[in-house]
């Protein structure tokens, strides 16, 4: 054999080595860390709807649902016993975040997993009843430093969750300290829009979806502002920012997926490849819009930037409101 002909056979051996290491999984599986319904299951939907929209993902990708601690089960199982598995990728959200800057997911950190892609977005905002007399932001936060006794800020999490969190930004935002703020958890929004209905709080920390499908659904609400740096698309766009109102609150939700430590570069590259394939493809907007969620398009590196700047903003913002114990 010529050195030709045996670099031609090696150059071939390894394209075909390459391609295979890349090659679309064989068993796909969306990991939700929870039970079927809410947030994470939104989001392994819309990676199962998705690719297989676009064409990415030939094969049908399987939901496993694996709930507890917000993501940290699953966390820990994917780094554990799942390390360098290339069929399965991990739900995650903002909140799954939150609780990392919080230490919530064990001896795991930030670092401790591969940040896949982020497919959507929402963000938080601040809703009155439509009769209020707070008309704008400015108004509510006028009547709230002048005295935080009167105005109750109700919302779907316990203290240190994402709603927890608005309702603190939203005290200091308006120069009162927060641990004087009046607070009430709900189980979810619906709850938290009965106590709105019915006077029982002032204001209701949600988020731009939910509020949205409240409206559509003639919902006696008003949204005096989203926590994001620009206005938002579509039927909210009327809704001014906060920091058009005046005030630096800001509050994206992100939701996206990760896979463990130890996937090959060429496998994560191949679910990078996939979701940027999928969000540039003309059906992914609607099926994105379906779920409720705007636009929010980061994979590969940029995400993992981005991922480990947020979790360092909680983390300081997590030691500001008393949330971490040294």
Not at 153 to 175: F, I, Y
Not at 268 to 277: S, T
Request: glycine share 12%; aromatic share 10%.
């Amino acid at each position: 054999m010529t050195p030709r002909s045996l670099s031609l056979l090696l150059g071939g051996t390894l394209l075909s080595l390459g391609l295979a290491a890349s090659a679309a999984p064989t068993k796909p599986e969306c990991i939700a860390p929870a039970n079927p319904g809410g947030g994470f299951d939104l989001t392994c939907r819309l990676a199962q709807e998705g690719l297989k929209a676009s064409g990415a993902l030939s094969d049908p990708m399987r939901i496993v649902y694996m709930p507890g601690g917000i993501g940290a089960v699953a966390y820990n199982h994917v780094i554990a016993q799942k390390p360098d598995d290339p069929n399965s990728i991990v739900a995650f959200s903002g909140g799954s975040l939150l609780n990392l800057a919080q230490k919530k997911f064990g001896r795991y950190s930030v670092n401790d997993v591969r940040w896949l892609a982020a497919v959507g977005s929402d963000y938080g905002v601040a809703v009155v009843r439509d009769d209020s007399p707070y008309k704008s932001l400015k108004d509510l936060m006028g009547a709230f430093k002048q005295d935080p006794t009167k105005i109750v800020l109700g919302a779907g999490g316990t203290v240190g969750s994402q709603d927890w969190m608005k309702a603190a930004l939203t005290a200091r935002a308006a120069g009162v300290d927060y641990r004087k703020m009046r607070f009430v958890a709900f189980e979810g929004g619906g709850d938290a829009l009965t106590a709105l209905r019915g006077g029982h709080i002032q204001a209701y920390m949600g988020d731009a979806a939910e509020a949205f499908t409240m409206l559509e659904g003639g919902a006696p609400i008003r949204v005096l502002a989203v926590f994001n740096d620009q206005r938002l698309p579509g039927k909210l766009a009327s809704v001014p920012t906060a920091q058009e109102e005046g005030f630096d609150i800001q509050w994206p939700i992100i939701r996206g997926f990760y896979v463990g430590p130890k996937v090959s570069d060429a496998d994560y590259q191949w679910w990078v490849d996939a979701f940027n394939k999928t969000q540039a493809d003309p059906s992914f907007a609607a099926i994105r819009d379906k779920q409720g969620l705007f636009p929010f398009n980061k994979s590969g590196a940029d995400l993992d930037k981005y991922i480990k700047e947020r979790v360092a903003e909680y983390t300081k913002l997590a030691n500001e409101f008393g949330l971490i114990r040294q």
